[in-house]
C-alpha cells in the first residue's frame, strides 16, 4: 500500500511539474520586462536615456515627444514613474506618483525660476535635494538628484546656465 501511495504522488509530481515550470518562466518573463523599465540610480543625459523609459514619459504625458531631454533623473526604485526629474530644452519638469498612482506634473519655463538652492538632510544617501523658487512668491518646489558621478552638480549646473541665458534674453 505505502509503494501505491508513493506511486500516486510521483504521477501528481509529474503532472504538475511542467505547469510549475511554465509559471517560473512566465515569472521571470514579466521580471525581466519590469526591471527594463527600472530606473537607473544616475543622473542620465538625453542620450543616455533609453527608448522604453522615454516612451513611458511621452505615454503618461510627462514630456512630449517634441522635449529635447538634456538630462533625467528618477528616484524611483520600481518604475520610472515614481518621480522624478527632467531638464529639457525650455522646461524644468518635475513628477511624482501619489499613493493612488495619479501623477503629478509641474513643468516651470526657465524664465519662471527665480532660484535653485540646495537643501541640507544628512539622512539621504547618494542624493541631494534642492529647492525650486519660482518668481511668484511662496511657489515652491524641491527635487532630488543623484549625487552618483556628481550627477546633480552636472543636472544644476546644466539648470544655472539655462536661467542664465533665459535672463540675458530678457534684457535684450
Not at 510627462?62 to 533625467?72: A, C, L, M, N, V
Not at 528618477?74 to 499613493?99: A, F, K, P
Request: without cysteine; hydrophobic residues 40%; proline residues 2%.
Amino acid at each position: 500500500m505505502n509503494s501505491n501511495h508513493n506511486t500516486k504522488y510521483r504521477g501528481i509530481l509529474k503532472a504538475i511539474a511542467p505547469v510549475i515550470i511554465v509559471f517560473l518562466l512566465l515569472m521571470a518573463a514579466v521580471q525581466f520586462i519590469m526591471l527594463r523599465s527600472v530606473p537607473e540610480s544616475t543622473v542620465q543625459t538625453g542620450e543616455q536615456l533609453s527608448q522604453s523609459t522615454l516612451n513611458t514619459l511621452i505615454s503618461h504625458y510627462i514630456i512630449s515627444g517634441e522635449d529635447q531631454i538634456e538630462y533625467f533623473y528618477s528616484y524611483g526604485t520600481r518604475s520610472v514613474l515614481e518621480g522624478g526629474t527632467i531638464l529639457t530644452d525650455h522646461l524644468l519638469i518635475h513628477y511624482n506618483q501619489s499613493e493612488n498612482q495619479k501623477l503629478s506634473v509641474i513643468e516651470m519655463p526657465f524664465d519662471e525660476i527665480a532660484s535653485v538652492k540646495p537643501i541640507q538632510y544628512k539622512n539621504i544617501r547618494n542624493a541631494r535635494i534642492y529647492r525650486i523658487s519660482a518668481i511668484e512668491a511662496g511657489v515652491w518646489f524641491n527635487i532630488v538628484l543623484s549625487t552618483k558621478n556628481k550627477g546633480d552638480e552636472l543636472f544644476i549646473q546644466a539648470l544655472k546656465n539655462k536661467l542664465n541665458q533665459s535672463q540675458m534674453k530678457t534684457w535684450i
